[in-house]
């Protein structure tokens, strides 16, 4: 049997059962590792040899008796989330060698249920892109066509899920990070509200945006992730006091009852006529199954774009002036005094998105500019808040395309940025407001690219959020599929 190919639900029952044990699941998937690698190109880190001392201590629990749903399961970690002993690069020339003395509280989260951690996993430098093209340690493929980007930032971490090169993995969201390469790849990924999920250990892009999440097979193993991953943490002052509720259990049968919004401001001129169709037969179907369909509206999502390229950019600049080349990280040794020190050091370690974006957000929160910009962008994003709040009085969970078109060709909008930014319009609303947010495989494109639905809902109501994804997903009848082309 191919370990590798099955999911966490699946994984775990055999684990239980005693039929399968953890060190031949993680064997299988380091297995797959070695024979489609080189095709995908998902991971910066691999460490095999942790990882089995983890699998075989996960058998050892079990066979205790101990262990839940994560215990033995090989995961994958998005590179910019800290492992003691295990290198943090960012994607980043300027953390290439940065070995962190602590774990993220995720990660702990994750080793206290047992999990297995294979390694680290390719992402847009400092989470910076929608491509995972600007990334120091190689450009990562989609595994259902090496042509086509993988997404991003999070594109290591669908690309490993879709290649069965991990089980499941820990992705990050700022404006659509987790669901949009998730969408590209056919996985299920999912943003949680801001402040579910510790921050803890999460390397900054944009403080008051970054939320960690989970990239799975399907939606029960998102659930199964969650809960594991979700809870308050006082090292974590963004962090919510907020009980966690039993996600899996949430999956209940039906959606009878459930009212689902359609913004019609995530449907306009610009959609591919492909995506539209295959999220417009899932809301056929959420119809079907008993959901009661209404439209709203988001009439500030024009905005949204423009808002989040300033505010994100300049919390950037801010994040980013920690790595000058004194405390860690890269530096230049041949500079002639600290100006130069400080010069070469981050014109050499950072690449050219990074800059672009650190300059936006110096420029932004600059003398003369700040209510320019900046404060207007925070209040542009006030308004996008309070069209959320309105929305969800109408109805229980929105859903929408994730992307307003299935994957590009890798290399095409590498000199046209513009039009990378202005591809996540119907992710970086969600980022804004707080809200959580799923994506779900729900069609293919004429050319076999996956296409992913979208839903969001209010604040902690991830449960009404895995429910209507859990559904959907039952009626589409595509999970499970995987790509030929490896």
């Known amino acids: 049997m191919d370990f590798y190919a099955l ?28 024979q489609v690698e080189d095709k995908v190109g998902a991971y910066i880190t691999i460490d095999r040899e942790k990882a089995l001392v983890q699998a075989a201590a996960a058998d050892k629990l079990m066979g205790e008796g101990g262990g839940g749903a994560l215990c033995g399961i090989p995961l994958a970690l998005k590179d910019l989330i800290c492992t003691k002993g295990m290198r943090t690069t960012c994607g980043s020339k300027i953390l290439e060698s940065f070995v962190p003395p602590y774990d993220a509280t995720v990660v702990e989260k994750l080793k206290e249920a ?3 951690i294979i390694g680290k996993v390719s992402m847009d430098e400092f989470a910076m892109g929608s491509s995972n093209e ?6 990562p493929r989609n595994p259902w066509n090496h042509d086509y980007i993988c997404g ?27 669901r949009q390469p998730a969408s590209h790849c056919g996985v299920v990924g999912l943003k949680p509200t801001y402040g579910r999920i510790s921050r803890f250990g999460l390397v900054a892009y944009a403080s008051s945006l970054d939320q960690l999440g989970p990239i799975t097979k399907d939606v029960r193993d998102c659930a199964l992730m969650l809960k594991v991953m979700s809870g308050y943490d006082p090292k974590d002052s963004t962090s919510v006091k907020q009980e966690v509720p039993d996600y899996a259990g949430a999956l209940t049968e039906g959606l009878r009852g459930l009212k689902v919004g359609i913004p019609a401001e995530y449907f306009e001129e610009g959609l591919d006529p492909e995506v539209e169709k295959a999220v417009r037969n899932g809301i056929d179907l959420m119809q079907q199954a008993g959901a009661e369909i209404v439209d709203v509206s988001l009439p500030h999502t024009a905005y949204g774009v423009a808002a989040y390229y300033i505010i994100a950019p300049a919390e950037a600049s801010s994040n980013l002036a920690r790595y000058d080349g004194i405390r860690y990280g890269f530096r230049d040794m041949d500079a002639d005094d600290l100006a130069d020190l400080y010069r070469k050091s981050r014109s050499q370690g950072f690449g050219d998105e990074v800059k672009r974006r650190i300059m936006i957000g110096t420029y932004a929160l600059s003398s003369g500019y700040y209510d320019a910009y900046y404060k207007k962008a925070l209040q542009v994003r006030t308004l996008i808040v309070e069209d959320f709040k309105a929305a969800f009085e109408k109805c229980d969970v929105m859903v929408s395309p994730v992307t307003p078109a299935p994957a590009w060709r890798l290399g095409e909008k590498v000199d046209d940025p513009l039009s990378v930014y202005l591809s996540d319009i119907l992710t970086i609303s969600a980022n804004l407001a707080g809200v959580p947010g799923i994506s779900v495989p729900c069609g293919f494109s004429g050319s076999g690219l996956p296409i992913g639905l979208q839903m969001q809902a209010a604040h902690f109501e991830e449960e009404k959020l895995l429910r209507a994804a859990f559904n959907l997903e039952k009626s589409l009848g595509i999970v499970g599929q995987r790509t030929t082309a490896l």
């Open 114 to 116: 047992g999990a297995v």
């Open 134 to 139: 600007n990334c120091a340690f190689g450009v």
């Open 7 to 34: 999911t966490i639900h699946q994984l775990n029952d055999l684990l239980q059962k005693k039929e399968v044990s953890s060190v031949e699941v993680t064997n299988s998937v380091l297995t797959r590792i070695e």
């Open 152 to 178: 991003g930032s999070s594109g290591g971490s669908a690309a490993a899920v879709a290649a069965d090169e991990c089980i499941a993995a820990v992705g990050s969201d700022t404006g659509g990070s987790i």
